[in-house]
């Protein structure tokens, strides 16, 4: 807890924090590993941002569905 952030930033840190946990235990590794090329970190870096991409376009199609039913 960082008393000069707001509590958004801060459950943003912790939610960094987590993640930064899961991976090293589902991975055995943390970002600091070094058996990826450049050219596959950013293959996953892409793959997640079309993830997002995939989510954000679900979120706005419930959004544009509720929106006609009201």
């Given at each position: 807890h960082c008393d000069t952030m707001s509590s958004?930033?801060?459950t943003v840190i912790r939610k960094i924090m987590e993640?930064?946990?899961?991976g090293e235990r589902k991975y055995g590794t943390t970002m600091e590993r070094q058996?990826?090329?450049?050219?596959e970190w950013l293959?996953?870096?892409?793959?997640?941002?079309m993830d997002l991409c995939v989510y954000l376009e679900r979120l706005i199609m419930e959004e544009e569905?509720?929106?006609?039913d009201t």
């Open positions: 958004v930033e801060n993640r930064a946990l899961v058996d990826l090329t450049r050219m293959i996953h870096a892409q793959e997640e941002a569905d509720a929106a006609r």
